[in-house]
């Protein structure tokens, strides 16, 4: 069955850039053929960017002193409060946030904060809860919230998960989330009636910020835990309607197992977002091009297919790191992640944000579903 999102949307570019170009490509993968269908409609882009440029800055991320500046700007207290409210589906966002080098002095987070004592002596307030990561946060918050002195990135807002949303009907299901940062796409999947989600981060500084944004956003049908996915998944026998795994596949030693794991605890649908491996598209970048490995060949569960070596190098240093728990992880091509999520039993797919020039190598987005 050939299949493609009705949805007309201006072609992304990384940073949350909405180019010129207005033509938008669908992609379906249907037993093992890719059918692509594209648009073209002036107005689509127009009103995109009446709607996107708007809110969004053209770079949606930035480093070193800029992010310092720019937290310095956000840096006035709010006394917002409030319980969730319905999410922002549009603007869309930048899909595949741009995790960059920050530069802050980690030896105190906290300044201004805390006292001697280590106690907050100012009146409570969420950006107190906020500013023990002082300039870690990689997220913004959504409205109200905005001004809370967080992020950039606007993952509270993301058209990935407005996406899901269209495509599986978030409400009333079970969710998996791997790998939830600070919690952006998880408010996004409860305010949007998810009726629980399980969210699993192994990074410690990324999980206390989950908390804080669970505390602030007040959300109740969230449960984040502390730990590696993989050895979560390898030991559960939980079973989930959905799982949303954005921005780890390419995070793994063993994307394969990743992969398998999702299959045997879904029983929907899987959102994924993933970098990918292409030696043209690299080739023609000094940047990520440089970071691989050689290539090896690799089997998992029956499944064949060809592994890349990525190597973080001095991404590892970096304060906002927000990778994998180990130095290097393995990439695959882009046909073998269709090929082996069909191997494991999930032979429909839906493509969207095609970003064959994402800053951080090419990336796509897509839901698999089993066959029906
Ligand atoms: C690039 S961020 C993606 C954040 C968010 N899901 C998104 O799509 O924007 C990767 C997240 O996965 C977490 N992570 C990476 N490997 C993990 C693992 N093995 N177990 C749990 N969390 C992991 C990182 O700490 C980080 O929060």
Redesign the pocket.
Known sequence: MKTGSDNLMAKRWPCGHVTGDTVTKHECVEGGSIYVREEHDPLAYSASLRGKHARWSPRLSVSGTGLKSALDRLRSRTRTRGRVPAPAVAPAPAPG?V?ENRTHDLTSPTAGLLNAQGFVMAPPSPANALRLFDGQWSSRFPPPWGDLPAGKIP?FEDARISWLNEVAGVKNKTVLE????EGG?TYMLESLGASAITS????AR?YLRCLVTKEVLGLTRARFLLG???AYLRASGDSFDIAVA???LY?MENPAELIALLASHCAGHVLL?THYYDGDLLAEREDSGSRFGPARAASFGGFDHTLYEFNYNEALNWSGF????EPRSAWMSRSDIIACLAHNGFGHVQIEFDSQDHPNGPAFGLIASRER
């Not at 791997?178 to 940062?181: A, C, E, I, K, V």
């Not at 927000?322 to 728990?325: L, N, S, V």
């Open positions: 946030p995790f993952l791997l790998g939830p940062l796409h699993v981060e192994a990074s990324a590696d996915f993989v954005s921005g780890v995070h977002w927000c990778g994998g728990g």
